[in-house]
């Protein structure tokens, strides 16, 4: 289609001087090269409207849930260089239906599984941590993968007073539970957004259904 726009350009300059009908062929060229614009929005839109929305939902899936679910699949416990230790005063800032953040200096540490926004808490259902709230803490943690590109600072252990504020094979336990349950994980994920997939796909022939019987 675009050629054939271009052959007609050819062709008004090549009769410029010796064709009275200049303007016709003018005219033509830009009738083709609308109808060559108006081609690429359908296409573009017939794109958006099947092809675009099952890429979403791919991505969605892809990024937000097949990713950290293998993130938290492949999670081992950390070497010893690789865990961090910073100290400072303890504040637990709460996050809305989820739990208690520990912040220490700033910065957010977290029990918090990759493959989920679950609770950050590290002492859920165990103990109260507001009592170390504004006591000077020491917290043991490293860099876990989450999202693409994106790490957590997750705690290892907490200390108070020399003394560990957790279980000893806390992480660990922690650890093997999110890799058991990891594949599990993804396959509702990928259940969920299938189901929602068609759902979107179903409504979206009912609509253009409706639209021709308008017409």
């Known amino acids: 289609m675009r050629e054939a726009c271009r052959s007609s350009g050819s062709m008004v300059s090549a009769w410029m001087d010796v064709a009275p009908s200049v303007p016709l062929l003018r005219q033509e060229q830009r009738d083709c090269e609308r109808r060559s614009v108006q081609r ?21 899936y892809v990024f937000g849930f ?4 293998g993130y938290a699949y492949f999670a ?19 996050r809305v239906k989820r739990g208690y953040m520990l912040m220490v200096k700033g910065k957010d540490y977290s029990c918090e599984s990759p493959q989920s926004r679950s609770n950050p808490d590290c002492f859920a259902g165990q103990d109260d941590p507001q009592r170390l709230d504004g006591k000077i803490i020491a917290v043991d943690w490293f860099l876990q ?6 790490e957590r ?8 007073a020399g003394k560990s504020q957790l ?16 594949p599990g994980f993804a396959l509702f994920a990928f259940i969920l ?14 609509r253009k259904r409706n639209e021709r019987r308008l017409d």
């Open 153 to 160: 600072r997750r705690v290892v252990d907490i200390r108070y």
């Open 167 to 182: 279980p000893s094979d806390h992480l660990r336990r922690n650890l093997q539970w999110e890799k058991e349950s990891a």
């Open 66 to 69: 097949a990713i950290p679910a």
């Open 145 to 150: 993968p989450v999202y693409l590109f994106v």
């Open 76 to 94: 081992a416990y950390p070497a010893k260089e690789a865990i961090f230790t910073d100290e400072g005063t303890a504040h637990f800032q709460y």
């Open 40 to 60: 690429i929005k359908s296409i573009l839109k017939k794109i958006g409207s099947k092809n675009g929305v099952r890429l979403m939902f791919l991505s969605v």
């Open 193 to 206: 957004l299938f189901l929602g997939l068609l759902l979107a796909e179903w409504v979206e022939r009912i």
